[in-house]
């Protein structure tokens, strides 16, 4: 539910196509909340369908026609509305995770080499959450308090997967004690 409201900000922003819709999602929320080009469409058609969008079609001589998307009166009021809704802490599921919670059949260099793989993303995504393209996302905000928010929910992104790095980085320090020396605890 929450792609329909996500798409249903950014069309209230500003008039959006299809494509407009997908590139924001991949420069702004995409940490947070992703979606594929199929989705966006399929959640379009819904969108027009509750009424909370209208489509202009706009005539190009020289490019392919477009449809450009605009949030209505009732689509601005069950945005509204979902605003207003109290939010849950999401559930976790962490791949990673599950994995780690049986990696003891593994010999700890093999551990070591899936966090450390799995760190060298979460440098990837830090350095795709510095980079110029998701630093103007503020600038697109309407207000001070919009540009204040966004740059409070980028700062979230950075300190969620800086976390999870640090960890990462810790397990792999405590996870060298256990080199060589993989041996069952006894139950006795």
Do not use: C
């Amino acid at each position: 539910m929450s792609l329909k409201f996500a798409m249903l900000g950014f069309i209230d922003m500003k008039p959006m196509t299809g494509y407009d819709l997908k590139k924001m999602f991949e420069t702004s929320v995409n940490f947070y909340w992703s979606a594929t080009h199929s989705q966006i469409y399929r959640t379009l058609d819904e969108m027009k369908k509750d009424e909370w969008i209208m489509e202009e079609f706009i005539y190009q001589k020289d490019l392919p026609n477009k449809k450009v998307f605009h949030a209505t009166e009732r689509g601005k009021e069950a945005l509204y509305n979902w605003i207003m809704e109290p939010s849950e802490i999401p559930p976790i599921r962490h791949k990673l995770l599950v994995q780690l919670s049986w990696a003891d059949r593994l010999p700890t260099e093999e551990i070591i080499k899936q966090l450390n793989q799995y760190g060298e993303k979460l440098e990837e995504r830090l350095a795709l959450y510095d980079s110029d393209e998701q630093q103007k996302m503020p600038n697109w905000s309407r207000t001070a308090k919009e540009k204040f928010l966004w740059e409070s929910i980028l700062k979230n992104g950075i300190s969620t997967y800086q976390a999870e790095l640090n960890w990462i980085r810790s397990t792999i320090k405590g996870l060298k004690n256990f080199v060589n020396k993989d041996i069952p605890i006894d139950k006795k």
